[in-house]
């Protein structure tokens, strides 16, 4: 893949924690990284590698996306800080961090994380501090109710890796990672719906409206043609 600035190939980094898999690419000309929403929220800072003159980073002219080949914007938000240089592709493939930025956000990102633990406040809302991960969207409303259905119950553990679910306000994002290749099918309550899928590693879905409670969940995964079910989980719309 060309580096967005055109001035080299990209080569790809993998960190790997607690069963998730982070992957970035990054340019050995100009120390640029481009990375799709998820990737960027889930690395840490002391996974970028820092370089002497980190302080300085080469501002593209116009930098293209590597994967449509469309013209980079340059983009700031509520979770992106007016001091970062950060491009997006319009076609949301993914963000480019000219040399340096890419530590500067997780940095900010991380410091803005820590200081609402710190004084026990609830994030306003995760796209205030998060990049936006919303690879699929459907209201609750529009879920398709399913009759019971015999379901294997095999140990689900064993393809789970990581899940978790983000609420913002009355809606949720939910991702789940799986340690080999599979489709997956998110359950809440009598409802289901298809999982939006990376690569068949990286599951992910955006449920919004939702009312207050308290939500059970749980996955279902295709291994070998039968349904395999995991442990229950739960949300909380306040």
């Known amino acids: 893949m060309q580096c967005p600035n055109a001035d080299g190939e990209l080569e790809e980094k ?9 992957t970035y690419h990054q340019c050995p000309v100009c120390d640029g990284s481009w990375l799709d929403a ?13 370089t002497s003159d980190e302080s300085t980073s080469t501002a593209p002219i116009q930098p293209t996306c590597p994967v449509c080949n469309e013209a980079l914007t340059i983009t700031h938000s509520d979770n992106i800080p007016q001091n970062v240089q950060t491009w997006k592709c319009p076609n949301n ?12 956000f997780k940095r900010a990102q991380e410091a803005k994380i820590n200081y609402f633990k710190l004084w026990s406040i609830p994030l306003p809302n995760v796209a205030s501090v998060l990049l936006a991960i919303f690879i699929f969207f459907i209201v609750s409303a529009s879920l398709v ?5 015999q379901i294997y119950q095999l140990q689900a553990q064993n393809i789970l890796q990581f899940q978790e679910a983000f609420v913002a ?15 997956a099918t ?22 919004s409206h939702l009312t207050r409670g308290t939500y059970e969940y749980f996955f279902t995964f295709l291994v ?15």
């Open 14 to 22: 993998i960190h790997q924690k607690e069963g998730l898999v982070i």
């Open 38 to 50: 998820f990737n960027t929220n889930y690395l840490k800072t002391e996974d970028i590698p820092q």
């Open 93 to 104: 493939h993914g963000y480019f961090f000219p040399k340096g930025e890419l530590f500067k």
């Open 145 to 149: 109710n399913v009759g019971q259905r």
């Open 169 to 183: 306000d009355t809606s949720v994002t939910i991702a789940v990672t799986t340690n080999s290749k599979t489709t």
């Open 186 to 207: 998110l359950h809440v309550g009598a409802y289901e719906q298809p999982m939006q899928t990376k690569d068949y590693i990286l599951h992910t879905l955006f449920l």
């Open 224 to 238: 070998d043609g039968k349904t395999v079910r995991s442990n229950t989980f739960t949300f909380i719309i306040q």
